[in-house]
């Protein structure tokens, strides 16, 4: 491809619109343009970079027996009802009506058409396992779509569904796609990590994410220091080591202190010298069924993640001001377990080992000194609801944790049988019986993987492309296209170095050189081949590697080998 | 790909709701499903054809020049505001609301998109030609969706938009197009021809339809006997031969006869022993603005289509009883053109000529006899405004027209500054003068291709695929699963013909060799390697050509030569 006819608008400026840098690269180095919120136009770069993930996807997926098959975008709602979906899903949902008046939506994810679909034609245990795929457009009406093609409202998905007649199935099928990702993204050229997950909201438990390590990334990743554990956890999900008991102090009498004007952690260490872990932490939340006091120790904060779970419940929101008063009896920060009735009292592992502690007298300006745990208060349920932070060990081995941020593009869940049962989606077994169907779902994010690659992979001049999923692998640059020998030199390479099937782009336009090397920076391709008048005198151009940052005279009848070595070391 | 694990669900019976043949063959040979009316899952061996005839279509769009993008899916309303056709695209267009309340549609054509894309991107004269395409779900939500994937709501389409500066870079862009789908069509194996075609309600003029040929097909195509001619038009474009003038017949007086209960052409003709060349037939039309008749000779039929483009209306419908009792005084089947007041008169090139004619006397069981045109009537208009039919002179050289029924598969438009006009999307010439954008479309259904490759490659026992498009080349079938030679010669087959890169499935399944076969020949692989125990006794098997209907026996250390060179006589 010649550059002049490339359509690769580049911009000098950053878009005022784009807040993080992989917004800014593709839209600077003319990969994306905007057709409305969280909707992006894919340009020629772009389209190739998607490409050749979808690629690596497809054959990952094929060789762990996957099929490929193209399912609606457009879904009935009639599906979406039976699943209970319809109702829950909110307004994350396109909805639309046909000309009929009929309900449908802009698939977000395809469960119920793949079960109904699998309903209908699969009725043997013989005919198990099968693992379908496909890779489309997906939609999600984000309320603030942002960063691009992070968080858009429609991006390309690969998502593959498991079908099993149990879970020793699903297992074998949920750990070939666990080795399937882990490839993808290894060839993708990505450093990343598969981390223990929440199932969050999609529902079924057991899953991993697989997060491209960024510094700008949206999740926080607790990972073991010791390499051979191998233990990586989101944020959410990190267990926290089960405590050791305190020391054996003698309970103390309970007593009401003063601490006017104290409704922080922080303000009642202070005013009394002591440690936040002396303190409860007492929290107030609101469920659609009722009111939960969490209490962690001061020094730490509530996992809402682990707290939704325990409890089971649909919504969990922070009590607002006016039900801590009228729960309590005191405003937001004297707080405590002793004498709340009609509230559940949800503790953390940690706070039932603590003695004589400092909480919240539900009384304003006072604090209750020596609480202690099973004597002042009885909680409903102990469980680990909270933050584990880096530098505490690791739930697998004991080592220190570390923290790193990531971008999630790859989840995979266990389903088991929640929509199979839903839909009545069943099989036979060996004795005739009829089963449901044991399922799993796996998603990659494709064009977020594209920009996590970017998040990545870029330094202040734009993109450095891993050359495994670049839009082309070499640019040729004549430095002046005015001097012929340069041109012809450059066009002859060009040639010859796609007739080697190297994807390669001619710079054949007629700016400076350095317009067309800043250019090259910023799109990013992996290598430059720069022709030269210096060079040209002893029969050489210049390389240079984009990720290296390294420079080589080569000469001119060694370019394709040297390409090609260039290209397997570093894909 | 073993057929125990390949989702492939073939069906026995027809099912109910598939009128057509490639809808009946496409369900039961478990190619497709519905999800919902017109909307369908495509199962992994209706993938694999789609995705060959999408890699086709891509290599003829980048070998012209094209460069493949994504553009969104939905696309929001503003822009189908500034081109108008939010308005008037009526209910096929599919709408919906995000949550903020602002309108979407679900792309049915990507005009508007993509030239407000190149009017922010583009500024130079330099900078053309562009060729663009993509590769995607299409949206068209039909009144009526029906006969499979020949006219779904949801499909896939290939659109190719040409930006050029003037119409003679038009011209070079649309003959490019005009190239690409000659090869495309060709390089998918189908018998097809490319026919002047009406370019309907898209706008703009110029185009072609490039229609494969099948007795199932919608569109009447009429072609010149003469293949070197190579005249070629749809039924609703093919131009009637200007008419010779006819005998000098002295003028008769104009006068009135009694007709009673004639109101076809059959009965008159019957009733005054007359052939139909001599009957001007008149039909009443309500357009948006006026009362329209339009005149044909009496053995002719009005094309509704040249009558609309000659009219330059927006809707055409043919008068209901009522109104033309209201304009003429009589009932349908007693109008004539003469006397005929406050309606505009539209004649066919033919009925000018015509001498001593019959027509209606605009009163019942009445008719004119000795009706000559101009002196008994004036025409408000002149036009070839009739059907052409099979056996008429080519407009081209003169030799006979013959008929064949075609399915439209693709279509090039020549859009001119339609779009780019209404949308202000202008570049500067040499002279520094902005000018609209020059503009061609270029559609193909991929899906509708794959419908239109089954409506003309079947016979009574199932699909006849191509072997560019077959979803599989070979298919491999042991008589016996329980004769352990047969089970092993036939997978060492599988494994040495897919190790040789060709593309082969090995039916594993425990059923009769009945079932096995007829399945295959249901599924259209174009060549079945049947291993038997006759044949084994000789060290052959059984090779059989699908298309052919062939068979031969082949040493089995000759098989892999063997399928290279049927596949190389066939692709």
Redesign the interface.
């Known amino acids: 491809m010649r550059v002049?006819?490339?359509?690769m608008?580049t911009l000098r400026e950053v878009p005022a619109e784009a807040e993080v840098i992989s917004h800014q690269l593709l839209l600077r180095a003319g990969f994306i343009?905007k057709?409305?919120a969280g909707?992006?136009?894919?340009?020629?770069l772009?389209?190739?970079v998607?490409r050749k993930i979808e690629q690596i996807v497809r054959e990952e997926m094929d060789r762990q027996?996957g099929?490929?098959?193209?399912?609606?975008?457009?879904?009935?709602a009639e599906l979406w009802q039976e699943s209970g979906r319809w109702d829950v899903y909110g307004?994350?949902l396109?909805?639309?009506k046909?000309?009929h008046g009929?309900d449908?939506c802009?698939g977000p994810t395809h469960e119920e058409?793949i079960t109904?679909?699998i309903r209908?034609?699969?009725n043997s245990y013989?005919q198990l396992p099968?693992l379908?795929y496909q890779m489309?457009?997906k939609?999600r009406?984000e309320?603030r779509p942002r960063f691009g093609l992070l968080r858009g409202?429609?991006f390309i998905m690969k998502d593959l569904y498991s079908f099993d007649r149990d879970e020793a199935g699903l297992d074998v099928s949920y750990n070939k796609m666990y080795e399937a990702y882990t490839n993808v993204f290894n060839r993708c050229g990505l450093n990343f990590r598969p981390v223990v997950a929440d199932s969050g909201a999609i529902g079924g438990s057991g899953s991993h994410e697989f997060a491209v390590l960024a510094d700008s990334g949206e999740v926080n990743i607790l990972y073991c220091s010791d390499e051979e554990c191998g233990y990586a956890a989101n944020e959410e999900r990190a267990e926290a080591v089960p405590p050791a008991a305190g020391e054996k102090e003698p309970l103390l009498e309970l007593k009401k202190i003063q601490t006017p004007g104290c409704r922080t952690i922080e303000e009642i260490c202070l005013y009394l010298k002591l440690t936040p872990q002396k303190m409860i932490k007492t929290i107030l939340y609101q469920t659609e069924k009722e009111t939960v006091a969490a209490m962690v120790r001061g020094d730490r904060e509530v996992n809402e993640i682990k707290l939704y779970n325990a409890l089971g419940c649909v919504r969990l929101e922070m009590a607002d001001e006016k039900i801590v008063r009228d729960a309590t009896g005191a405003q937001t920060g004297y707080m405590g377990p002793v004498g709340l009735n009609g509230i559940k009292l949800v503790a953390d592992n940690e706070v039932m080992l603590m003695v004589n502690g400092i909480a919240g007298a539900n009384e304003d300006d006072h604090h209750l000194a020596n609480v202690n745990p099973d004597r002042d208060f009885k909680p409903h349920m102990v469980k680990d609801i909270r933050l584990v932070k880096a530098g505490e060990p690791c739930p697998n081995c004991g080592e220190a944790l570390l923290e790193a941020r990531g971008i999630e593009v790859g989840q995979i869940f266990k389903l088991r049988d929640k929509y199979s049962k839903v839909l009545g989606a069943t099989f036979l077994d060996e004795n005739g019986k009829a089963k449901p169907f044991v399922m799993g779902c796996y998603g990659i994010g494709v064009t977020r993987t594209m920009a996590a690659a970017v998040e990545q992979n870029h330094d202040d001049k734009g993109i450095i492309w891993p050359v495994q999923i670049a839009p082309y692998h070499v640019i040729v640059v004549p430095i002046s296209n005015k001097d012929q020998e340069q041109v012809q030199t450059a066009e002859k390479l060009y040639q010859d170095l796609v007739a080697a099937g190297i994807e390669t782009v001619l710079d054949d336009r007629p700016d400076r050189a350095g317009v067309k090397f800043k250019d090259a920076d910023l799109v990013g391709y992996p290598f430059r081949i720069t022709v030269g008048s210096k060079g040209l005198a002893e029969g050489k151009v210049e390389f240079y590697s984009r990720c290296k940052g390294e420079v080589a005279m080569v000469p001119l009848n060694n370019i394709v080998e040297t390409v090609r070595s260039w290209l397997q070391a570093e894909g």
């Open positions: 002049s006819q490339l359509l608008p343009r057709a409305a909707v992006y136009t894919l340009l020629p772009a389209w190739r998607v027996g099929q490929e098959i193209m399912m609606p975008i457009i879904q009935p307004p994350e396109f909805r639309l046909d000309r009929r449908f802009l058409i109904a679909l209908g034609e699969i013989k099968l379908l489309q457009n939609y009406d309320r409202r429609e």
